[in-house]
């Protein structure tokens, strides 16, 4: 088993077996993001307190009442027995750094990342939405529109381009890695904490690259409690329930009640949600080592068929010419209300049905993928991103447009005061419009945790033209646009990371160019601030006939070490929509 490195730090690990392999990519990822890890896991645990203070234990009370930990472990349980030796192998590659890790913790961690990244935040406000203005009113908030997404993917000419948008994180969500035996040898981007390479990946003959789906596979169900029952859709069942003590740093304990229903578990309130990972406690993990050993867009498709959640699209593309897109995932049969709103648990109406909605899988001679609405994803979701960002980059590919220039595109250039002058006349009637009268409910308290952000400002301001829309508004109406002065659009609209907790080091200040409507998606929330946390948290070009001309970037660097020279030497190439070429003679690299 050895450890290369190229210039920028980013690990390139070869060994003589796939469990070999993934013991040292377990390893490695404590070298790398050894703290990271650690939080991460404790957040799949809900010790997160435990280590950071009373700014964890929201979450830590959420990660609890979901069961998080517990689906983790029992998913883990129902895996065939050689995926769960190659995450033995991983684990035990963590654990030999001195970390605490279980062979089910990866599960864990991905089920933390992306629980919130479904629809139930969504359909908890829009329960706050119809109980202050009227269920009617749903709709000004649920209209297609710019809204937070952001991630593109494209593909021609045997080339697949694009670039994920999630919270900028510090160290970076995303993880750059190269794995190598002999059975595979596969670049691509890996989630700390998680064996192989899940969203992004090149193969010698065969790549890959997600977008959000933007499928809605999650439910709220309103609960009828009393004791040890609940009402359901054929009378009182049973409710399991205990009492679980989360600990915190400097702080007394934390007592949280633990209630799980038929439906799910009880996440707040009387709030139950149910999702595909919980009622057949499987995520999918079973595609992951597949996915390594793909050779072809059909291994590719056949790796996935069996994943759970999130609901992705898939572009895939392979030496032979083919281009599949696909759709992966699990959505539930079931009511078209129980997409919108939380339903009655009582209800047989809303009911899940057996089975769920059939995926799909569509020969392509190109594609773009920029979470709108599509024939092969709208079966799966209600809301869906503007065409704005496909249509754009659809014609910058018509026009022979590189990549490079494609990732960059906006009409909100950082140097320019005409884009600073468009978003802070967008900022100024975002503030005016969540003061109008007709708005007046929605600064009743919404009545949700914390940890479930559902901030009504925040949504006024991204959904604002059908919210004006919906008021029979112009932008004018509210804000007379000659009053509108600024300086440059860069000047305001600066990184923001969200940093690792007990992360204290300065980074410098760094001028954003785009906006959550251009294919630059670098969003910011009108109304709130014009800070950037959430923007694209890795570039890539995976050309399928020559990996020579490969190319990557992450915003920071590889290192989770603040005084590693490849904590964020990343960041200058980011910023000006550079990549790094993959580096595949090994040679060229350096042994650790």
């Not at 983790?72 to 970390?99: H, M, P």
């Not at 079973?286 to 590719?300: C, K």
Request: charged fraction near 25%; charge should be negative; include cysteine.
């Amino acid at each position: 088993m050895k450890v290369f490195r190229d210039a920028y730090g980013i690990p390139h690990l070869r060994a003589g077996s796939v469990d070999e392999l993934a013991f040292l990519q377990g390893r490695v990822a404590v070298a790398d993001r050894g703290r990271q890890l650690e939080v991460e896991r404790r957040r799949a645990e809900g010790l997160l307190a435990e280590l950071v203070g009373a700014d964890g234990v929201a979450w830590d009370r959420f990660a609890r009442r979901a069961r998080i930990a517990d689906t983790a472990r029992k998913a883990y349980g129902k895996l065939d027995e050689r995926t769960r030796g190659w995450l033995t192998a991983y684990g035990e590659g963590v654990r030999s750094q001195g970390l605490v890790w279980a062979d089910w913790t990866p599960l864990g961690v991905f089920l933390a990342r992306h629980i919130v990244f479904g629809s139930f935040t969504a359909k908890m406000f829009n329960a706050h939405v119809a109980r202050t203005l009227g269920e009617d009113k749903v709709g000004w908030f649920d209209a297609e529109g710019p809204g937070e997404t952001g991630s593109n993917a494209w593909a021609r000419d045997g080339e697949i381009a694009g670039d994920p948008h999630r919270a900028i994180e510090l160290p970076g969500g995303y993880q750059q890695v190269r794995l190598s035996c002999p059975e595979f040898d596969v670049f691509g981007l890996t989630f700390p904490g998680v064996p192989g390479v899940q969203h992004f990946g090149q193969a010698e003959t065969v790549a890959w690259a997600v977008t959000n789906a933007q499928a809605d596979y999650q439910d709220l169900y309103i609960e009828d409690i009393r004791g040890d029952r609940a009402r359901g859709p054929e009378g009182w069942e049973p409710v399991t329930r205990h009492v679980e003590t989360i600990p915190a740093r400097g702080g007394d304990e934390v007592e949280v009640e633990i209630v799980e229903t038929a439906r799910g578990p009880v996440i707040d309130h009387n709030l139950s949600l149910r999702t595909p990972a919980r009622a057949g406690l499987e995520l999918g993990f079973a595609a992951l080592l597949p996915l390594l050993h793909a050779r072809t867009v059909d291994d590719v498709a056949g790796a996935l068929e069996g994943w759970v959640e999130p609901v992705n699209s898939i572009l895939t593309a392979d030496t032979s010419g083919r281009l599949l897109q696909l759709t992966v995932g699990r959505v539930p049969l079931r009511d078209e209300r129980n997409k919108r709103l939380p339903v009655p648990a009582w209800e047989p109406a809303y009911t899940w049905q057996p089975g769920h909605v059939p995926m799909t899988r569509v020969a392509m001679a190109s594609a773009v993928n920029a979470n709108d609405r599509r024939p092969d994803t709208e079966a799966y979701g209600v809301s869906f991103a503007s065409k704005k960002r496909a249509d754009r980059i659809r014609e910058l590919l018509d026009a022979g447009t590189p990549h490079e220039r494609i990732h960059m595109d906006t009409s909100m250039p950082a140097d320019s005061v005409e884009a600073g002058r468009r978003a802070a006349f967008r900022d100024r009637v975002a503030r005016r419009l969540y003061d109008h009268p007709a708005l007046a409910g929605l600064k009743e308290p919404t009545g949700f945790d914390e940890i479930f952000d559902v901030d009504p400002r925040a949504r006024v301001g991204l959904l604002q033209d059908s919210v004006l829309a919906g008021l029979n508004l112009k932008p004018e109406d509210l804000v007379d646009p000659a009053t509108i002065t600024s300086g440059p659009w860069g000047e305001r609209h600066l990184l923001d990371p969200v940093r690792l907790p007990g992360l204290d080091v300065d980074l410098p200040r760094v001028e954003l160019s785009g906006e959550r409507d251009t294919v630059l998606c670098t969003s910011s929330a009108p109304g709130i601030t014009d800070l950037c946390r959430k923007g694209p948290v890795a570039r890539y070009v995976w050309d399928v006939n020559d990996r020579a001309r490969s190319r990557w970037v992450v915003p920071f660097g590889a290192s989770g070490d603040a005084e590693s020279p490849h904590f964020r030497d990343q960041l200058p190439l980011w910023t000006r929509g550079e990549m790094i070429p993959l580096v595949l003679d090994w040679t060229e690299l350096i042994e650790e």
